[in-house]
């Protein structure tokens, strides 16, 4: 083994393969940092923090909270704009949803890779297994995000690194080969006994992703949003926002995104200035935003009727709601609360 003290940056996704990959190398003496991308799509403590039924669940940073338990320091990127065009013209194309996996796996590394290089450190370590994810985590699928990225071999996964290759810092003795893994497929046991053994008993959900884009329903609404705006293309409000509410779409031209709960209301109390947004005044109900252009008198009742609906006055003859248009002052209606058979199925976005 070498005598000088190597560093590796460890890419740092707040789960339990990232934090294990990383504690294996430093238990070989290696300085490790941690590295997390921020997308504005991986960013699973903020619904837990919004919303009333996700109370009992951390209310975290799980890349910070990782980094806390390996006593790293963890470098926080920003990446929200140079990533669209990783969401928007995938190479490798996407999943089963809108993620495009192979995709956003090159382009982290490659960051990665311009990070070491500007910090003078020796390699790279990520918590990939093989087997593990159906688009990004196979051997061939490996093989180009080491050759695209541009790491070549100064790209060690400690988890599965004895189904692979030697990467440098094998072959040059940074690290003992023999002390890493041969992990392999979906099962997460050897992950979740190796994490005992280290005195993890807290992680985030081993089978658990943490990138909204992987989820069908959120797909969904990031897709209507796009055929709706006539391009694609998106902002971190709208990231947000997609995230919060039922979102239904009346007409081609606009859509109603209604709180489902109070720390919804809560939420999208910061975007009532850049919105028209309604509420019920008769009754206790939700507060509801209402985002497209062109918005004419017909589809403001029609909003006022949806806000009745989702209101504590939904089986009501009548509820008086606050319209409010952006930069105008409110104005009242009495409106018919609209009925579930007045819905169709197709408005759920």
Not at 97 to 114: E, G, S, T
Not at 272 to 284: A, D, I, N, V
Request: charged letters at 30%; proline letters at 5%; aromatic letters at 8%.
């Amino acid at each position: 083994m070498s005598n000088t003290q190597r560093k590796a940056v460890a890419l740092i996704s707040g789960g339990l393969d990232s934090m294990l990959a990383a504690r294996t190398i430093m238990e070989q003496g290696i300085h490790v940092e941690g590295i997390n991308f921020f997308t504005g799509f991986c960013v699973e403590g903020h619904t837990h923090a919004i919303r009333r039924k996700d109370q009992e669940k951390p209310k975290r940073n799980n890349a910070l909270w990782v980094a806390e338990q390996l006593g790293i320091k963890l470098h926080i990127v920003d990446i929200v704009e140079e990533y669209k065009d990783v969401v928007l013209n995938p190479k490798h194309g996407y999943g089963a949803n809108l993620n495009p996996c192979l995709d956003c796996k090159v382009f982290m590394v490659n960051k990665a890779r311009q990070w070491i290089e500007e910090n003078g450190f020796d390699f790279i370590i990520t918590g990939e297994v093989i087997g593990q994810r159906p688009m990004s985590q196979r051997k061939d699928t490996m093989r180009i995000v080491v050759r695209d990225s541009g790491a070549d071999d100064r790209l060690l996964r400690p988890l599965c690194a004895k189904n692979l290759a030697p990467t440098l810092p094998e072959r040059e003795g940074w690290v003992d080969r023999e002390k890493l893994h041969d992990f392999s497929g979906r099962g997460r046991k050897p992950q979740m006994a190796m994490a005992k053994r280290f005195g993890f008993d807290d992680y985030a959900q081993p089978a658990g992703g943490c990138c909204f884009l992987t989820d069908e329903s959120y797909a969904k609404k990031l897709g209507d949003l796009w055929e709706h705006r006539g391009r694609r293309d998106y902002d971190l409000d709208d990231i947000m926002l997609l995230k919060v509410g039922r979102h239904l779409r009346p007409a081609d031209h606009y859509k109603v995104i209604v709180a489902r709960e109070e720390g919804e209301v809560k939420f999208l109390e910061g975007y009532r200035k850049q919105f028209t947004h309604l509420r019920t005044l008769s009754h206790p109900g939700p507060l509801v935003l209402v985002d497209g252009h062109d918005i004419g008198a017909e589809d403001l009742m029609t909003a006022a009727r949806l806000a009745a609906r989702f209101s504590k006055g939904k089986d009501a003859e009548a509820v008086e709601v606050a319209i409010t248009p952006r930069g105008e002052d409110a104005r009242l209606v009495t409106v018919r609360p609209l009925t579930a058979d007045d819905i169709p199925p197709d408005w759920y976005v």
